[in-house]
Nanobody, 125 residues
Framework: QVQLVESGGGLVQAGGSLRLSCAAS????????MAWFRQAPGKEREFVAA????????YYADSVKGRFTISGDNAKNTVYLQMNSLKPEDTAAYYC??????????????????WGQGTQVTVSS
């Protein structure tokens, strides 16, 4: 079993920055993807960014490319999401997730086996 705990959300003005953290405990998987998804009220959960632990390949949604950076610390089993130039449309609950076997496209929610409880990000205009 894997437990994921997110932190770092909050309220920020447009143009500002936040860094989210997701600490994983329990079983770990060297071939896994770790990813961030987000969900705004009334909308479906959408992919934000992912990183493959083995090799460090990263993937981003078009809407966040150039503004968000995903990174990981293997020693701490922690993944980060640095969010810069935030926009009001980035407002959502952000969820960390693990695709244990690293199979399938990294942007597909059904491929993820474990999810955190979410952390709220609110960007004011």
């Amino acid at each position: 079993q894997v437990q994921l705990v997110e932190s770092g959300g909050g309220l920020v003005q447009a143009g500002g920055s936040l860094r989210l953290s997701c600490a994983a405990s329990g079983r770990t998987f060297s071939s896994s993807f770790m990813a961030w998804f987000r969900q705004a009220p009334g909308k479906e959960r959408e992919f934000v960014a992912a990183i493959r632990w083995r090799g460090g390949s990263t993937y981003y949604a078009d809407s966040v490319k150039g503004r968000f950076t995903i990174s990981g610390d293997n020693a701490k089993n922690t993944v980060y999401l640095q969010m810069n130039s935030l926009k009001p449309e980035d407002t959502a609950a952000y969820y960390c997730a693990v695709n244990a076997l690293g199979l399938g496209p990294p942007d597909s929610p059904p491929g993820y086996d474990y999810w955190g409880q979410g952390t709220q990000v609110t960007v004011s205009s």
